[in-house]
């Protein structure tokens, strides 16, 4: 098969013909349509990111979306012909997704939402993962409570503002002057935080009360930001909160403070079925109209994917960036 291999930290990726690899025991095989682009890929290929421990050289690529072609032994729910997506590699010294095919772990695997095509699948797993933990697994958020997502155009933060509206939160969401049509198009409330300050958007949209739940999905001092915005006795939860942060103004308010990791099923190897059950999730709520990944229009293929990974590392993609494969 055809695979993109990073030899070394900064090196171009080039395309290499590996032997194809075979479903062992719990694994499906899958021949991978698309792989998401995420900024931990890029920090992996820089070597900047030695939490995702995956030495190079490596084939990256975190998300897949595909088609089941062999089950290895004991695996169930799955048949040779199923569409489905995973986020199964690319970390822990795991083969990604930047190649023709994967065996993945079927307890990561789902099958696709139904109403999506390969790439738009492919641009779900780890953004939608990311956002289910913060909001459901650790905010436990419960229909009518306000929510606030920082960053609610970006990759995590989009998919966050519509799980929350599908669960019944009144969402509120941050984002440039740029990002506000799109933001309110999510059917959130937008807040341009470099027109506000925190207690003026708190004064405004809370009465001063902050909000039940904030989530942060940018990190630094948005996650400052966080714990001055939240209620007495509320939720604050971070996929970016890896910075010195002062507590006193979570404390003050009796808050909670969760961190959100998402690599930690692939690299321990525990509790990697909440994948696959998240995903099955994210499924049912995309098939019912309650969730649609951005994707950005340019396309980009094994043979330059070193240009899909500059074109994120500029920030100008409107949307999330997907490669085909097939």
Known sequence: MAAAIADAAGAPQRIAQIARPQAGPGQVLVRIAASGANPLDTKIHAGQAAHARQPLPAILGIDLAGTVVAL????SGFQPGDAA???????????????????????LLALKPATLDMRQAAALPLVSITAWEGLVDRARLQAGQ??????????????????????????????SAADLPYIRSLGATPIDYRAQTVEQYVAERTAGQGFDVVYDTVGGATLD??????RRFGQVVSCLGWGTHALAPLSFRAASYSGVFTLLPLLTGTGRSQHGAILREIARLVDAGQLVPRLDPRRFHLGNVDAAYQALIGGHSAGKIVVDVA
């Open 85 to 107: 997506y995973a986020m199964a590699g690319g970390v822990g010294g795991v083969p990604g997704s930047l190649a023709e095919y994967a065996a993945v772990d079927a307890e």
């Open 225 to 230: 930001a966080s714990f001055a915005a939240v």
């Open 72 to 75: 290895g032994a004991g695996v």
């Open 146 to 175: 306000r929510v606030l997502v920082h960053g609610g155009a970006g990759g995590v933060g989009h998919v966050a503002v519509q799980i929350a509206k599908a669960l019944g939160a009144q969402v509120f969401a941050t984002g």
